[in-house]
């Protein structure tokens, strides 16, 4: 799938790969599945470029909309879950 990532021109190259590497593993988590310390990693690091939990709601709708897949809740279930891996259902 061809996604187009919401990105800032305002963001560094670091935090841009820091905001793609956390949608890439969202969709992983989705296609396949995903260690969850790696995907709740990549959130604080999502975090780091994008504090604003405001911004972060109008992100992750953007990227939702693209892909049909729930960042909100591949990310709760990441920090919820006892097993090691995170496996979403579309």
């Known amino acids: 799938m061809e996604v187009q990532?919401?990105?800032?021109?305002?963001?560094?190259k670091?935090?841009?790969i820091k905001v793609v590497t956390f949608f890439q593993l969202i969709e992983q988590a989705y296609e396949s599945?995903?260690?969850?310390?790696e995907l709740v990693r990549a959130y604080y690091g999502f975090?780091?470029?994008v504090p604003s939990k405001s911004e972060e709601?109008?992100?992750f709708k953007q990227f939702d909309k693209e892909t049909g897949y729930?960042?909100?809740?591949?990310v709760k279930e990441a920090k919820e879950t006892e097993r090691e891996k995170v496996v979403?259902?579309?």
Do not use: F
Not at 70 to 74: D, G, L, Q
């Open 70 to 74: 729930s960042t909100y809740h591949a």
């Open 57 to 59: 709601k109008q992100i």
């Open 88 to 90: 979403m259902n579309k």
């Open 5 to 12: 990532y919401p990105i800032s021109i305002d963001w560094s």
């Open 14 to 16: 670091e935090e841009v």
């Open 33 to 37: 599945g995903i260690n969850k310390g």
């Open 47 to 49: 975090k780091d470029v």
